[in-house]
């Protein structure tokens, strides 16, 4: 199986700045996209950024410029580094994985991996 471990969540004041991380772990072969979603709540969870593997990240009109998003595929993390945040961006963020590819036995499987979600609150 494939497991999402997400952290860096926590309270900041509008303007500041915090890095999540999202660790995924388990016999995985390959990843294709990891992303980063967020749902405040009585919204819709949206996306957030995605980096596709080998192709170029996209990014939400509300956090272009202000958000971005990396991975180390060494490490099989995705980070998403938050600059100058707005009460705005206060929400539960999520990350996922498409594609990962991992091993069971002999047989190799691909799935989508959602993570727990971590909080984020911008204070006014």
């Known amino acids: 199986q494939v497991q999402l471990e997400e952290s860096g969540g926590g309270v900041v004041q509008a303007g500041g700045s915090l890095r999540l991380s999202c660790l995924a772990s388990g016999n995985i072969v390959s990843i294709d996209a990891m992303s980063w979603y967020r749902q405040a709540p009585g919204k819709q969870r949206e996306l957030v950024a995605h980096?596709?593997?080998?192709?170029?990240?996209t990014y939400s009109n509300s956090v272009k410029g202000r958000f971005t998003i990396s991975r180390d595929n060494d490490k099989n993390t995705v980070y998403l580094q938050m600059n100058s945040l707005k009460p705005e961006d206060t929400a539960t963020y999520y990350c996922k994985v498409d594609d990962a590819t991992y091993y069971s036995g002999q047989i190799k499987v691909r799935v989508d991996v959602w993570g727990q979600g971590t909080q984020v609150t911008v204070s006014p």
């Open positions: 980096a596709p593997s080998g192709r170029a990240t």
